[in-house]
């Protein structure tokens, strides 16, 4: 049983402790997973920088349970300013995490965001935002450990 990140950094440690403390509680632990992550995403989403609001509605979580979050917000763009494609489409990187999500074969959880640049804006904590901050996702996570434990537990004993 897993929560996977979309290219994760920093938070190997949290993600295994969190994994492992997961994998302690019996019962169907998938919806509770599912659940509590989607908390998370939320909580990505409010603290995710805003210039035209493509990273933060570019945000997705894909479940086993097939219970998924993933369109893309209005804003979301695959382009560069110059009109220049540069990523894949949304959809087209969430039906990948459908297929990698699928395959798994216990409870399992992927949130990650899909513009090309998700990842640079995350790990920059140079960068001066004016509104949102760096870690926005990472942060998410490390701050409801507990509440995704406790969602968890709450719907397992369902």
């Given at each position: 049983?897993?929560?996977?990140?979309?290219?994760?950094?920093?938070?190997?440690?949290?993600?295994?402790?969190?994994?492992?403390?997961?994998?302690?509680?019996?019962?169907?632990?998938?919806?509770?997973?599912?659940?509590?992550?989607?908390?998370?995403?939320?909580?990505?989403?409010?603290?995710?920088?805003?210039?035209?609001?493509?990273?933060?509605?570019?945000?997705?979580?894909?479940?086993?349970?097939?219970?998924?979050?993933?369109?893309?917000?209005?804003?979301?763009?695959?382009?560069d300013d110059s009109g220049?494609?540069?990523?894949?489409?949304?959809?087209?990187?969430?039906?990948?995490?459908?297929?990698?999500?699928?395959?798994?074969?216990?409870?399992?959880?992927?949130?990650?965001?899909?513009?090309?640049?998700?990842?640079?804006?995350?790990?920059d904590l140079q960068a001066?935002?004016?509104?949102?901050?760096?870690?926005?996702?990472?942060?998410?996570?490390?701050?409801?450990?507990?509440?995704?434990?406790?969602?968890?537990?709450?719907?397992?004993?369902?």
């Amino acid at each position: 049983m897993a929560v996977k990140l979309q290219r994760p950094k920093g938070l190997d440690n949290i993600l295994k402790n969190l994994n492992k403390e997961i994998g302690k509680i019996e019962g169907d632990v998938q919806k509770g997973l599912t659940l509590g992550m989607l908390v998370v995403k939320g909580k990505s989403m409010a603290s995710t920088p805003v210039d035209t609001g493509n990273l933060k509605g570019s945000h997705y979580l894909v479940s086993k349970s097939g219970a998924m979050d993933q369109t893309a917000g209005s804003d979301f763009s695959t382009q560069d300013d110059s009109g220049k494609r540069v990523a894949a489409e949304h959809s087209g990187k969430v039906d990948a995490a459908k297929s990698r999500v699928k395959r798994k074969k216990d409870p399992f959880v992927e949130i990650g965001c899909t513009a090309f640049y998700a990842e640079r804006v995350h790990e920059d904590l140079q960068a001066n935002h004016t509104s949102g901050k760096a870690k926005f996702l990472e942060d998410a996570i490390k701050e409801n450990q507990q509440l995704i434990l406790d969602t968890v537990r709450r719907f397992a004993r369902r």
